[in-house]
């Protein structure tokens, strides 16, 4: 697991280190400019070998200034280098300005309003976007725009920080969406310091970055405390396998207990016709841990769903008594409520599980059932519950946080996915786990992750009927376990593309859980 900062984080940290005296501004710089051009050639090494053309196009911020190092640095190694400029050269920032003047001493600098269309694409080996970085605040302007647009068009190759235009802290894009440009926006290499960036993982912009790297400018011991409620971490990668790994060894290991002793899950069914998306929750609980499983079905489906089952138990769930009945055992840990549930069923069944005390995971039409009404759900939930939203049905329950994430952003930092979610768990009073290709995990206490299918980790196949159930089902199994909410849903998260991964295209819903031995295997080896 590793840590996301904000840009205002990161200035915290840069301002920290420069009063403490330890470093320079202009040091800060020259480092950053020389990760860029470290990453640049060990993301390709042939590069290095060789004379290329490079132009940097530099803003006038300190962004800029990286730019402005890069240029001179690249030059230095033998390269040709062009290098423009938007905004004007006697506002420069005082460390961006010393570099400019450095590279006065190399090379010439051609204003923004020089560039010509289709100049970039035509000359150059490498693009590099040195215009805007965290700084951004607000929509670009025309005139910024236009010389931006000319780098997207010829394709970015290596973007210093952010690609320009996007907000650092919630990945969007600044301002209305761009109808005037039809190309898709790609970025080969994003170079950031010290840690990514909240926005390299969110949606739109983690979509964009084929690939990041991360470079170290001397500041990591001036970052925010991470064990505080105000930083993001990111489960991704080989970073979060250490954690699992444990979480999962802990939870395999004692073999010799009873399988009470493992946590009993109770998934409640829909109707007959719909009981799939219960069976596959109570599968993925089954697989990932949980002792026992049963599913509370409705008798009219009881036929349907004994049929399809063998090491699931079942139990007759008509009515709101039937429930009650059958939570009288205390050895039913979790309930998980949602997928084919029905609306009116949810509605009735709902009240009757959370009041239970027990751990719950509400997904799907438990959610939905409160549309209209979310502070009925809200005075219910308490802190051992986990809502699992997609965006269709958090946008039921959290209509003014969809709306303003949905809104186009004027200034920066914008609104992001964190936020909702965020503001999301402290209004319901517990865990959020809001689904998507950036899944974010908020608890109310203002903890945080984000869960990355992208990048890295792209697992487009996973977006396939029925995913969303192994998901609940996977988190429930991990809460019979014994996982705090915020862990279950973190793990359960990882886990769930992890399995995507491990299998590859061609998968469907049924696939994810009866993955999971061979990612526990690779995990435990
Ligand atoms: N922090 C660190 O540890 C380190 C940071 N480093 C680097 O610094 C970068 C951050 O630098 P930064 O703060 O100077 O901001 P940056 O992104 O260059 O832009 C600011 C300029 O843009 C302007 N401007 C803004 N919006 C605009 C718009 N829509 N349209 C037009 N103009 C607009 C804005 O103008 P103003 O708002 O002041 O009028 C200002 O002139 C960071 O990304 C990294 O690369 C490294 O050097 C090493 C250590
Ligand atoms: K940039």
Redesign the pocket.
Known sequence: MSELLTAAQ??T??NTATDAGQVTGLE??E??GRGVVEAVFEEWPTLAASRHKAVVLC????????GFVVARLLKEWGWEVEVFLY?DAA?L?P?ARVNYERWLCLGTITSNESLEGGYLSANFDLVID?V??????????ED?WLFCKEMYKAGIDVA???PSGFCSDSGRF?GESRSDFEGPLSVALTVT?ERLRQGHALLPLAGVLRACAVKS?G?DQYLPDFRRETSVSYLSGQARIGASRKAVLNSTAQSSSHKYSHGHTLVLSGGAGRTGAARLSGRAALRIGAGLVTLGVPGSAQMEVASQVTGIMLKRVDSKEDLSGILEDERINVLCLGPGLGIERAGGLVPVAVAAGRACVLDADALSAYEGRPEALFDLVTETCILTPHGGEFARLFPDLAAKLNAPSLDGPAYSKVDATREAAARAGCVVLYKGADTVIASPDGRCSVNSALGERAAPWLATAGSGDVLAGFIAGLLARGFSPMSAAETGAWLHVECALSFGPGLIAEDLAEELPKVFKRLCS
């Open positions: 990161m200035r940290a840069e800060l710089m480092r950053a803003g006038p911020g300190n962004n800029g200034g990286d905004g506002k920032s460390d040195a805007f970085g965290t700084g951004l605040s607000r929509p670009l302007t910024a210093i920080d952010v600044l310091f400018i500041i």
